[in-house]
């Protein structure tokens, strides 16, 4: 029972990515869910957040007006679109469940899985 990011790599700044968070074992799709990541040495920071829904979406300051957060609940899916990427975006980004408290907290998710890394090169 895990959600899994995939999608990472390796882009120049100023380009795109989209990361990908599939569930496995159990239905996700009536849960919140949340994009958070982690670089190196630092502690672990929300991204975006949305709800099963699909109707608010929330963002770090950071990133909001260049990543946007998307689901599909019939593929079980959820969507990181990353655009105008910077060298401080280079993370390990991970999803999770949000089971309830302030999405812009970790410990308002479960059931994290491994992270995908992303590496930004000025």
């Known amino acids: 029972v895990q959600l899994q990011a995939f999608g990472g790599g390796l882009v120049q700044a100023g380009g795109s990515l989209r990361l990908s968070c599939a569930a496995s074992?159990?239905?996700?799709?009536?849960?919140?869910r949340g994009w958070f990541r982690q670089a190196s040495g630092k502690e672990r920071e929300f991204v975006a957040a949305?709800?099963?829904?699909?109707?608010?979406?929330y963002y770090a300051d950071s990133v909001k007006g260049r990543f946007t957060i998307s689901r599909d609940n019939a593929k079980n899916t959820m969507y990181l679109q990353m655009n105008s990427l910077k060298p401080e975006d280079t993370a390990v980004y991970y999803c999770?469940?949000?089971?309830?408290?302030?999405?812009?907290?970790?410990?308002?998710?479960?059931?994290w899985g491994q992270g995908t890394l992303v590496t930004v090169s000025s």
């Open positions: 949305i709800p099963w829904s699909g109707g608010s979406t």
């Open positions: 074992g159990r239905t996700f799709s009536t849960y919140d």
């Open positions: 999770a469940a949000y089971v309830g408290g302030s999405y812009y907290s970790q410990l308002a998710y479960r059931y």
